[in-house]
């Protein structure tokens, strides 16, 4: 079964950016839809951002502009690129597939706070 290990998380301002990397166990079909799903204390976790084969990508509302999601087949790898960040990102991010399969990674923190 494979596994999800995020990295890249982190206590930044608001204003700043972090990229955030998601190493898969195994290959992971490019037709397979994967996303980045974040889940804020005493909320439901959301899908964030999504991406199939090369430039089909999804955002929610709230981070369009500011949020780019990559992949890069040959090193299995998802990646979120995060700009601007605002206090209401404040949230642990997971990478998985859409939709949301297994109990998912460890995640990782993104803090952003002055």
């Known amino acids: 079964q494979v596994r999800f290990v995020e990295s890249g998380g982190g206590l930044v301002q608001p204003g700043g950016s972090l990229r955030l990397s998601c190493a898969a166990s195994?290959?992971?079909?490019?037709?397979?839809?994967m996303g980045w799903y974040r889940q804020a204390p005493g909320k439901q976790r959301e899908l964030v951002a999504s991406?199939?084969?090369?430039?089909?990508?999804n955002y929610i509302d709230s981070v369009k502009g500011r949020f780019t999601v990559s992949r890069d087949h040959a090193k299995n790898t998802l990646y979120l690129q995060m700009n601007s960040l605002k206090p209401e990102d404040t949230a642990v991010y997971y990478c998985?597939?859409?939709?949301?399969w297994g109990s998912g990674g460890q995640g990782t923190q993104v803090t952003v706070s002055s």
């Open positions: 991406i199939t084969s090369g430039t089909s990508t």
């Open positions: 195994e290959s992971i079909s490019s037709g397979v839809r």
């Open positions: 998985n597939t859409v939709p949301f």
